[in-house]
């Protein structure tokens, strides 16, 4: 059963129509310190001031400069006079029967004047929480079992789109520190949001550079203080980026593989015939820090008919061979149109056990949120890239 809880719940603080001010989410370290710079902050309070600025934005999830107690008044009416902490507008938020959460969010207007929509997806379980968060509207990428992919590529989040997005959440599931309405929270972390996948909408390596800087502050000890850890960015197989993000950003690690010849991958994830398998596992291979302990999850997506036979659960096995490797297989979650179908319980589960066998944990994952068209790769938003012509 589905709740539409809300429709349309106006963020005060959020989102000011016609507000010309920048938003300070999201902006990395030295960006920050140069805007401190900027307001008149001598070098010698710089690294005071950015530690108090995080601290109230990050930490205790603060709209208003007014309350940030220990920053001088003069600085505050400085900072509020051409700055805001931006949160993106709710738009929807659905709560589905198993407790997962989909919020549809409208961005603040990028430089065309256009409010773009995504999706963030919050799914509760009992030992974590995990927010799924977007890193692209729409995707460049036209995997053919993903609902995403049948919308086309309308731009780049910001590193602030990126962060805003888990802001938001930590909102509206009261998982700040402050919030005494939402006690007890899970005893081990004291937090409800653990974990943070870039499973969402959008490829994150084509978005490299504003996904670095947002992963960096989300796992900031003084910005979100999530670990590394507990960060996942999923890729469908951007090769020449994986080392790369291995090295510069230092989160888990997910692939998307979906098939276990080139043949079958060129369909399901046409960026296949760019990237091949072979090369795709080589990078895996070539990730900085990978070990046993830290292991490269294998996204696996079960279609009937399609990848899910002995011989694929056989050939996968061989290919991942020598890669400290988890796969997680993901029942096929159907959207409008499409024509795969997911593969049958018994075929799964024999899958699994193969992998299992072979001594790679292999969880089945339970679909969460279906029924608000919340589970992997049913997330998708109206906005379409609008033409100079059409904008009013
Ligand atoms: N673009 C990135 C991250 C977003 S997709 C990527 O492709 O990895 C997140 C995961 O959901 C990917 O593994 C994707 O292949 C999977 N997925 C997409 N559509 C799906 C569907 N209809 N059912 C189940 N999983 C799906
Ligand atoms: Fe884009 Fe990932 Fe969907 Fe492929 S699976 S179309 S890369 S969002």
């Known amino acids: 059963m589905t709740t539409l809880l809300q429709t349309a719940i106006p963020l005060a603080a959020s989102y000011i129509p016609n507000d010309t001010r920048t938003t300070l989410m999201g902006l990395s370290r030295e960006d920050l310190a140069a805007i401190l ?33 220990d920053v001088s008044k003069e600085l505050r009416a400085k900072l509020e006079d051409v700055f805001v902490i931006g949160r993106p507008e709710v738009v929807t938020e659905q709560i589905s029967s198993d407790g997962t959460r989909k919020w549809l969010l409208r961005l603040a207007p990028d430089e065309k004047g256009a409010r773009h929509e995504v999706e963030t997806v919050y799914i509760p379980e009992e030992d974590r929480g995990t927010l799924c968060i977007s890193s692209q509207v729409g995707c460049t990428l036209t995997c053919t079992f993903c609902h995403t992919g049948t919308q086309k590529l309308v731009r780049n989040l910001t590193a602030g789109e990126i962060v805003g997005q888990i802001m938001l959440a930590r909102d509206r599931i009261k998982d700040w520190p402050d919030d005494m309405t939402a006690n007890p929270k899970p005893p081990s972390s ?79 994830v046409p960026l296949n015939k760019k990237f091949p398998i072979a090369e795709l596992l080589e990078a895996c291979r070539n990730y900085p820090g990978v070990s046993n302990a830290k292991r490269i999850t294998f996204e696996y997506v079960m279609l009937k008919d399609v990848n899910d036979t002995v011989a694929d659960a056989k050939r996968l096995v061989k290919l991942l061979s020598g890669i400290p490797a988890k796969v997680n297989l993901i029942p096929f979650n159907p959207w409008p149109g499409t024509a795969y179908v997911c593969s049958e319980w018994d075929v799964i589960e ?21 029924d608000i068209m919340a589970a992997c790769g049913q997330l998708k938003s109206e906005s379409m890239k609008v033409r100079a012509s059409e904008r009013v």
Do not use: C
């Open 37 to 69: 710079e900027r307001v008149g902050v001598p070098e010698k309070q710089r690294k005071m001031r950015m530690r108090q600025l995080w601290h109230w934005i990050y930490q205790r999830g603060v709209f208003d400069f007014a309350d940030m107690t």
């Open 190 to 268: 004291g937090r409800y949001i653990t974990n943070v996948v870039l499973m969402g909408m959008g490829e994150p390596l084509y978005n490299f550079d504003n996904v670095k800087t947002a992963i960096n502050i989300a796992a900031d000890g003084e910005g979100l203080s999530l670990s590394k850890r507990r960060i996942t960015l999923s890729t469908s197989g951007v090769v020449p980026e994986i080392v790369r993000a291995g090295t510069e950003i230092g989160s888990a690690l997910a692939i998307s593989l979906h098939g276990t010849t080139d043949e079958i991958r060129n369909k399901l």
């Open 350 to 370: 024999t899958f699994a056990e193969i992998l299992n066998n072979a001594g790679y944990a292999s969880p089945v994952r339970t679909p969460r949120g279906r």
